[in-house]
Each structure stands twice: as C-alpha cells, then as structure tokens.
C-alpha cells in the first residue's frame, strides 16, 4: 500500500473477521487500535455469516472492496 507524503495511507482500509457466532471477538478492538496507532484510514469489522453463507460471503469480499478478512470457528459447543 502506498503512503501519502504525510505518512498516511492514502485510501480507506476495510477489512474484518468473520464466522458464526462472532460479536464476542476482540479483533475489532485490538486491529482498530493498531489502525488508528499507525494512522491508518480504515475499520475492522465483525461480519456474523452462518457457516451456509460462508462461500457466498467470502466471493462477496473483494466486489465490496475489502482489504482483507480472518476467519473465527466456533471450537466447543455447550451442552
């Protein structure tokens, strides 16, 4: 990514984590802190896709203009 002469990032980041369920992860937070840390313009956000919605989100990703997305599974289940 180029820089402006500011030292800025000379477009809009957008970019997320993504899975089912995902509003309890602290992604958001800890990359929204490193953007604005380093003067980036941009926002992490979380995108709550059930699993059978996976592939359809994920061909969805660059037509929106997303930077890039990390994936979150689900690893215990509770009774």
Not at 17 to 37: A, C, D, E, I
Not at 38 to 62: F, K
Request: charged letters at 15%; aromatic letters at 8%.
């Amino acid at each position: 990514m180029r820089k402006s002469t500011d030292g800025t990032a000379d477009r809009f980041l957008l970019a997320g984590v993504m899975g089912w369920p995902v509003m309890h992860s602290r992604s958001p937070m800890l990359h929204n802190y490193w953007f604005k840390q380093h003067g980036l313009a941009g926002t992490y956000v979380p995108l709550a896709i059930r699993p059978e919605g996976l592939a359809a989100a994920l061909r969805a990703l660059h037509p929106l203009g997303f930077a890039g997305c990390n994936l979150t599974i689900r690893t215990s289940r509770r009774p």
